[in-house]
């Protein structure tokens, strides 16, 4: 018993950074607290004392708000950091070396009795916060499960599950992803077209003596390169040029659905049409300055519009 004692302190030493010492978690965990708990009213109902383990782990929900069913199985050196709102149901398997974080809910779809109706979270698996794992399948060895993540499929060993119906993501696509941004930023950067001056301006643009204001074979081509909304949308996160790469394995999880690097798509979107804005107005006053030296009047008493200005107001 005090070896399992040790091993638990020694894990939440090593995963945690806000631990300090073993006393503080001895004593203010309510993690720890909670599994010390449900080792003694798992004792109970293996003997038959339904009643009392069953009283036991509600006692353990009163003074930690972490409930875990006397019934399920938990393995050496588990960690629920910070733990309020964890509920693991009956026939719920949890292996050795897992992270679960508040939230987290590994519960059942079936209401049939003697049936294996709760999830099964193979070695060193991390859950994030608010995660939902709903079904008696398996979330394979070292797979995680994205904060708020809806799970109710199988997820294979080491892959990475995450949004609401989760989708998989296995190791291979996240490392093949990663290479693939990578090649067509390389691409981007030197197909990327140089900035119009005042002596040389943009293909799409009318010079004097042109044909005429955007138009001819050159009218498709444009300055703006920004990807789609979507894709921005739905990825959630574009890495700049020259970024620092995240840790290996790192790539689409964070427990608390946060990564360091992460931006709001939705901001980033209001930057591109900040910006793809702000190129199209300098091309209006390019045309109107050209008209101009032509001997044109031209009543613009609009000001430039300030995009430095507006990207920080977005921010």
Not at 290 to 313: F, K, T, V, Y
């Amino acid at each position: 018993m005090f070896k399992q004692l040790r091993e638990d302190l020694a894990c939440i030493l090593e995963r945690d950074p806000a631990a300090r010492s073993r006393f503080e978690i001895l004593t203010c965990y309510p993690g720890l607290h909670a599994i010390l708990i449900h080792r003694l009213a798992r004792a109970l109902w293996l003997r038959g004392w339904y009643w009392a383990g069953r009283f036991t782990s509600q006692v353990g929900r009163l003074l930690t708000g972490i409930e875990i069913h006397p019934g399920a199985r938990l393995g050496r050196r588990v960690f629920i950091d910070h733990g309020l709102g964890v509920v693991i149901g009956e026939t719920a398997e949890v292996g050795d070396d897992c992270t679960i974080y508040q939230g987290v809910t590994l519960g059942g779809t079936k209401l049939y009795k003697g049936e294996k109706r709760h999830p099964t979270l193979g070695e060193g698996v991390v859950v994030g916060a608010g995660a939902q794992i709903l079904g008696g399948f398996t979330v394979g060895a070292h797979a995680r499960v994205g904060s708020n993540a809806v799970v109710i499929k199988p997820v294979p060993p080491g892959a990475t599950a995450v949004g609401n119906p989760a989708r998989v993501i296995l190791r291979e696509q996240r490392s093949g992803s990663s290479s693939t941004s990578q090649g067509q930023g390389a691409a981007n950067a030197t197909q990327a077209p140089i900035p119009p001056t005042e002596a040389q301006a943009s293909p799409g643009a009318w010079q004097p003596g042109g044909p005429g204001p955007l138009c001819g074979p050159d009218a498709k081509t444009s300055t703006w390169s920004a990807k789609p909304w979507q894709d921005l949308l739905q990825n959630g996160r574009n890495a700049e040029e020259g970024a620092a790469q995240p840790p290996a394995g790192s790539e689409d999880f964070a427990p608390y659905g946060v990564s360091r690097g992460d931006d709001d798509p939705l901001v980033k979107v209001l930057h591109e049409l900040i910006n793809h804005t702000a190129e199209q107005d300098d091309q209006i006053h390019r045309l109107c300055k050209a008209m101009e030296e032509l001997g044109q009047r031209i009543e613009n008493g609009r000001h430039p519009l300030d995009a430095e200005r507006l990207n920080r107001m977005v921010d």
